[in-house]
């Protein structure tokens, strides 16, 4: 059974950093492609980036591009999210989320993910 469990989330200032994590177990991961995805209060839950764990291909949606990167430790089977230069609009719930098929195709849509973690409130202060 799949398991993602995120970690790291937390309250930072606006320009801040923060760390986010998804420690990821009950699978062989290699076809998987992982991704985050947030909710803020009252909004629906959007795509933030993902990565195909055996080659590492990325993509970004455009409101985080040049400020977060998305990287995964194979070994640890662990994806990690790195934010910089945070603004008040990434405050929101940070969703872990696996696709068993994703190396082949990735996808930004929520239906494709089968597999979420609990997620991580992010809050940006001004």
């Known amino acids: 059974q799949v398991q993602l469990v995120e970690s790291g989330g937390g309250l930072v200032q606006a320009g801040g950093s923060l760390r986010l994590s998804c420690a990821a177990s009950?699978?062989?991961?290699?076809?998987?492609?992982m991704a985050w995805f947030r909710q803020a209060p009252g909004k629906e839950r959007e795509f933030v980036s993902n990565?195909?764990?055996?080659?590492?291909?990325?993509d970004y949606a455009d409101p985080v591009k040049g400020r977060f990167t998305i990287s995964r430790d194979i070994a640890k089977n662990t994806v990690y999210l790195q934010m910089d230069s945070l603004k008040q609009e990434d405050t929101a719930v940070y969703y872990c989320?696996?696709?068993?098929?994703?190396?082949?195709?990735?996808?930004?849509?929520?239906?494709?993910?089968?597999?979420w973690g609990q997620g991580t409130q992010v809050t940006v202060s001004s």
């Open positions: 989320a696996a696709d068993k098929d994703g190396f082949y195709i990735m996808m930004r849509a929520r239906a494709a993910y089968e597999y």
């Open positions: 009950g699978s062989d991961f290699s076809t998987y492609a």
């Open positions: 990565i195909a764990v055996t080659d590492g291909y990325t």
